[in-house]
């Protein structure tokens, strides 16, 4: 098992148009968890799915964002219409269960909206 | 949303003891406290984590106050590879994984 995969790494984009990201969690894994960084900043949640639930959305995560995970494996995160403000590192994380359970990160994709 | 408290930030020189703390008055009995760091360009990787007892890992050592309501993240010996930020936060069933500013710790040589 090679970890949290997350692609693309980097995405440049111009304002308007939409962006789709993708998290790979580590087998087995129940818990997903999406968060945005900015620069100087700490991860700022944005939701999290068990399984295939997606149990709780940030006041972040505006009409503009959506977030699923088919079959509670992958999950891909949509973002509609970009602004500038939505330039980003997008982080993804995984764990089995919650609580004492440690999470793994993945490397993140960097959003530039040009 | 995150109900923990650290400094900004810490300054170390290698080779000593690094003592990192967090403030979380208002955790509740089911709420764990775990601390990652954060290397430049990279996302956030697990240190350690608690509920009532010090922990040890070959990473650091945790300390929970009685009350559980502080702890502090122990290097026992800073390198320069420990120069990251660190995140203390809580972590429950229903409580999950909110990040703070962290502390940003600086290792002199």
């Known amino acids: 098992d090679t970890g949290v995969s997350q692609n693309p790494r980097h995405k440049i984009t111009k304002r308007g148009q939409n962006v789709t990201f993708r998290c790979d969690p580590i087998s087995e894994h129940n818990r997903l968890y999406w968060y945005r960084q900015t620069l100087g900043q700490g991860p700022e949640f944005l939701t999290y799915?068990?399984?295939?639930?997606?149990?709780?959305k940030s006041r972040l995560l505006s009409d503009r964002f959506s977030a699923e995970r088919p079959k509670g494996s992958f999950s891909t995160l949509e973002i509609q219409r970009t602004e500038q403000g939505d330039s980003a590192m997008y982080l993804c994380?995984?764990?089995?269960?919650?609580?004492?359970?440690?999470?793994?990160f993945g490397q993140g994709t960097r959003l530039t909206v040009v | 949303d995150a109900k923990t408290t650290q400094p900004n930030s810490m300054e170390s020189n290698e080779e000593e003891p690094v003592h990192l703390p967090c403030n979380h008055s208002t955790i509740s009995g089911t709420d764990y406290i775990h601390w990652y760091r954060q290397l430049p360009s990279q996302g956030p990787e697990y240190v350690i984590h608690g509920l009532t007892s010090n922990v040890n890992n070959r990473m650091a050592s945790l300390a929970i106050a009685e009350d559980r309501k502080s702890s502090t993240l122990i290097l026992h010996r800073a390198t320069l590879r420990d120069a990251a930020v660190y995140y203390c936060i809580l972590r429950s069933h229903n409580n999950d994984m909110r990040f703070g500013a962290g502390t940003r710790l600086t290792v002199k040589p």
């Open positions: 799915f068990q399984n295939e639930a997606q149990l709780e």
């Open positions: 994380a995984s764990s089995l269960g919650s609580g004492g359970a440690e999470a793994f």
